[in-house]
């Protein structure tokens, strides 16, 4: 099982469309869990870190569901910016704490 | 705002021939990594590095791959003998702790091996 799995998409959307991308992560010592997005051939960027009550930050939502092993993030009223791969990020308490990716879930919101 | 530089933007090498990455940090940032993405494929972690040693490495990260803090600002990857598998965009990241903080990205450095 991957140590982190996304769905890879793509999630094509209309603009105004609310738009919910689904990630799991396998360890259970895992730590802290963040969403960063990541534009064509550019670096990651912090979206936002993800608590365990569940954290907002504009149109965005972030969830986490430690029962599950279960993070979600939520984007209401897609705008064409938005458009980006938007990455998973796990941070493990034991063995390797080194942030650990998933591959990506890529979103293009459309006009 | 502080960021993560890393020189070149773009090295064109071949194979078998050495290069050297370079990175600085956030000033005040105490764990440093080396990530690589390949073309089309997710963000691997290569290597971290906290309190003038490696304190982790991935299975990617061979004899062929070192690390050196030789000053107290640059941060830099070397890999020995390129190979064409190599071609990748190099990431270096920094991060003030290990837990719960997020890690700040250069903008990369795009290896390419012919």
């Known amino acids: 099982r991957k140590e982190v799995e996304q769905d890879p998409g793509p999630f094509n959307v209309p603009e105004g469309a609310t738009v919910a991308f689904n990630c799991t992560y396998s360890?259970?010592?895992?730590?802290?869990f963040f969403w960063y997005r990541q534009d064509c051939r550019k670096e990651p960027k912090l979206l936002m870190s993800?608590?365990?009550s569940g954290n907002e930050d504009g149109r965005f939502t972030a969830q986490l569901n430690r029962a599950s092993q279960y993070i979600s993030l939520l984007i209401r009223d897609s705008k064409l910016s938005d458009s980006a791969t938007y990455l998973c990020?796990?941070?493990?308490?034991?063995?390797?704490?080194?942030?650990?990716f998933g591959s990506g879930t890529r979103l293009q919101v459309q006009p | 705002e502080p960021e993560v530089t890393q020189t070149p933007s773009h090295q064109v090498t071949q194979m078998g021939q050495e290069v050297i990455l370079r990175c600085v940090p956030i000033?005040?940032?105490?764990?440093f990594y080396w990530y690589r993405q390949i073309l089309g494929q997710k963000v691997e972690f290569l290597v971290s590095?906290?309190?003038?040693?490696?304190?982790?490495k991935s299975e990617i990260f061979d004899d062929q791959f070192s690390v050196e803090r030789p000053d107290g600002s640059n941060f830099t990857l070397k890999i020995r003998s390129t190979k064409l598998e190599d071609s990748a965009m190099y990431f270096c990241?920094?991060?003030?702790?290990?837990?719960?903080?997020?890690?700040?990205f250069g903008q990369g450095t795009r290896l390419t091996v012919v």
């Open positions: 990241a920094s991060r003030r702790g290990d837990r719960g903080t997020e890690a700040f």
């Open positions: 360890n259970s010592a895992s730590q802290s």
């Open positions: 993800v608590y365990s």
């Open positions: 990020v796990v941070n493990i308490l034991t063995g390797r704490r080194a942030l650990t």
């Open positions: 000033s005040n940032h105490l764990y």
């Open positions: 590095f906290y309190n003038n040693e490696i304190s982790e």
